[in-house]
Nanobody
Framework: QVTLVESGGGLVQNGGSLRLSCTASGNIVTVNAMSWYRRTPGKQRELVAA???????EYADSVKGRFTISRDSAEHTVYLQMHSLTPEDTAEYYC?????????????????WGQGVQVTVSS
């Protein structure tokens, strides 16, 4: 089984910065892709930033130039550095990862969600 644990959320003032972290643990062979999503009440979960297969990186238009996603592959960790935060960035942020893991003598792949961390930006 694989678990994603996020940290780094909190309350910040308009214009401030936060860094989120997400670490995957378990019987992992490789973490293939990691990304960050967010959800606000009444809205669907939206992709914020992705660090995908082959190192392909993409961002939502609303965060380009302000957020940076990075990975520490050795530690199975993804980061989301957020600058120039606005109240519109207030949301529950979720880590998502696609992982290859060992199950007995077999390899399996699956996708996982973290439990979510709250980011609140005050005006």
């Amino acid at each position: 089984q694989v678990t994603l644990v996020e940290s780094g959320g909190g309350l910040v003032q308009n214009g401030g910065s936060l860094r989120l972290s997400c670490t995957a643990s378990g019987n992992i062979v490789t973490v293939n892709a990691m990304s960050w999503y967010r959800r606000t009440p009444g809205k669907q979960r939206e992709l914020v930033a992705a660090h995908g297969f082959g190192g392909l990186i993409e961002y939502a238009d609303s965060v380009k130039g302000r957020f940076t996603i990075s990975r520490d592959s050795a530690e199975h960790t993804v980061y989301l550095q957020m600058h120039s935060l606005t109240p519109e960035d207030t949301a529950e942020y979720y880590c998502f990862a696609t992982v290859t893991y060992r199950q007995g003598d077999r390899l399996s792949a699956d996708s996982y969600w973290g439990q979510g961390v709250q980011v609140t930006v005050s005006s």
